[in-house]
């Protein structure tokens, strides 16, 4: 069974369990603006804010099953950096991601990072994704991050499109991750770019 939690009408990402022992990881050697695109009528790019807990909640296990993050989330969202999309005929939330100060990722010590990307599946493919991780792109380069960083895994193909049009890149940390990528740019039908290759 998903640990994923559907909703009544809002159905849930597929699941998959993790292939790989060691994340995925990218970097942004970048602190280069990207424009936002132009918000799809019916939707409101802001700010999380006071109230929203519960929304958030739901949105977030449509797509993720890890528990008890929401207080990290918060307390390392970088001020303005929390993006939600507010479905506004429904007053739902269906898409977000998070700018934040420093990093869990032991690679990239007080990198600023990039975390929890998702769109409800029910609002896929309209470009909310783009939008929200743009804007948490931008938030961390107008901090003054130089290379940020975000760990990913390798189903998550939507995601990674959007990440390499955004300008974030493979930190390949070991050799096994090399196949890894090549696998993610054959599915996008893209160009191998592996110029962080081998970093350490
Ligand atoms: C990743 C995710 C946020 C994308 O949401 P979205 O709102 O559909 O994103 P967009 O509409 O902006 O689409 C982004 C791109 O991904 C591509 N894409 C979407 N689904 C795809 C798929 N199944 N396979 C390949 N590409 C796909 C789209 O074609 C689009 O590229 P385009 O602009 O060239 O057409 C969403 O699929 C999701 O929540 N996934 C589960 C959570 C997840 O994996 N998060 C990342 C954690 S690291």
Redesign the pocket.
């Known amino acids: 069974m998903s640990p994923l939690r559907s909703l009544p009408g809002r159905p849930a990402?597929p699941f998959f369990e993790e292939e790989y022992e060691h994340q995925l990881e990218m970097v942004r050697p970048s602190t280069a603006p990207v424009d936002v695109p132009p918000i799809p009528e019916g939707y409101l790019l802001r700010q999380l804010r006071a109230g929203d807990d519960a929304e958030y909640d739901d949105l977030f296990h449509?797509?993720?099953a890890d528990e008890g993050r929401f207080p990290e989330n918060l307390e390392r969202a970088l001020e303005g950096g929390f993006f939600v999309m507010e479905h506004l005929a429904s007053g739902e939330l269906v898409?977000s991601?998070v700018a934040w100060r420093g990093s869990t990722m032991p690679r990239h010590p007080d990198a600023g990072q990039m975390?929890?990307?998702?769109?409800?599946?029910s609002?896929?493919?309209?470009?909310?994704?783009?939008?929200?991780?743009v804007s948490a792109t931008n938030r961390l380069a107008a901090e003054g991050y130089q290379r940020p960083c975000?760990?990913?895994?390798d189903?998550?193909?939507?995601?990674a499109?959007?990440y390499l049009?955004l300008g974030w890149r493979p930190y390949v940390y070991r050799e096994d991750m090399i196949p890894r990528w090549r696998s993610i740019f054959a599915?996008?039908g893209r160009e191998v770019d592996l110029s962080l290759a081998c970093a350490e």
């Open positions: 990402h449509l797509a993720f898409a991601c975390g929890w990307l998702v769109t409800d599946p609002h896929t493919r309209k470009g909310l994704g783009t939008i929200v991780a975000l760990g990913t895994e189903f998550r193909i939507a995601a499109s959007i049009k599915r996008l």
